[in-house]
Every structure is written in structure tokens, then in C-alpha cells.
Nanobody, 129 residues
């Protein structure tokens, strides 16, 4: 399974972006998906995750209200919509995926990076006026 992010770029504060993650080599039918980001000089942090069924979705506190995770109908893509972008959203954004297991909701809700075994290379989002 190979993941590639797209949709990053330079935007002004208040604008919106939609990041996409496209999978090749396999579909995401049985995978929990996640989005993470790493700002300059900071550790990577979890943004959101969604289980394979879509019945469980979790957001980090900072992401509630402005970020939205979704899956594409083709089962090979998933997106992150970011609204009202702020300069502090400047970061490299990563998508990740892992096959569901009995602990999925637990590690999804904890935004546990080690639980994900497939990662994209990241896409840069810069928010600046």
C-alpha cells in the first residue's frame, strides 16, 4: 500500500484547502485512515482519524470545527478539508492508514502514530498573508 498526499500549497489566512490522499497497491476497504501534521520545530501531531466503516471518527481538540475527514467513493482516496486556515496551521500534512484490528477505536482516538504502518510523504501547507 502506497499513499500520496496532494492539495497543499500557499494560502492566505481565512481560506480553505482540501488535502487528498490517494492509495495505490491496495484499496482502503479494511483500513482506518488518519491525518497528521508537523509544524516547523514541533513534533508531529494527530488531526483526525476514521475507521474503515466510517462509523467512528475522531478529531484532536484543535481540529474540531475547522477540519473534516472524509473518504472518497472509490475507496482509494480520503480527504481532509481545512476551513478558515490560520498561520499556525502551517505544517507538513501526512496521511496514514492501517488495517483495522480489535484495538482500532482505541488507537484511532489516541492518534497513535505507531499504530499506522502506511504513511504518505507529506504535503506542505503554508498559511501566510
Amino acid at each position: 500500500l502506497h499513499l500520496v498526499e496532494s492539495g497543499g500549497g500557499l494560502v492566505q489566512p481565512g481560506e480553505s484547502l482540501r488535502l487528498s490522499c490517494t492509495a495505490s497497491g491496495a484499496t482502503l476497504d479494511y483500513h482506518t485512515i488518519g491525518w497528521f501534521r508537523q509544524a516547523p520545530g514541533k513534533e508531529r501531531e494527530g488531526i483526525s482519524c476514521m475507521t474503515s466503516s466510517g462509523h467512528y471518527i475522531s478529531y484532536s481538540d484543535f481540529a474540531k470545527g475547522r477540519f473534516a475527514i472524509s473518504r472518497g467513493s472509490a475507496k482509494r482516496t480520503f480527504d481532509l478539508q481545512i476551513n478558515n486556515l490560520k498561520p499556525e496551521d502551517t505544517a507538513v500534512y501526512y496521511c496514514a492508514a492501517a488495517v483495522d484490528d480489535v484495538q482500532t477505536i482505541n488507537w484511532c482516538s489516541l492518534m497513535s502514530e505507531p499504530s499506522y504502518d502506511n504513511w504518505g510523504q507529506g504535503t506542505q501547507v503554508t498559511v501566510s498573508s
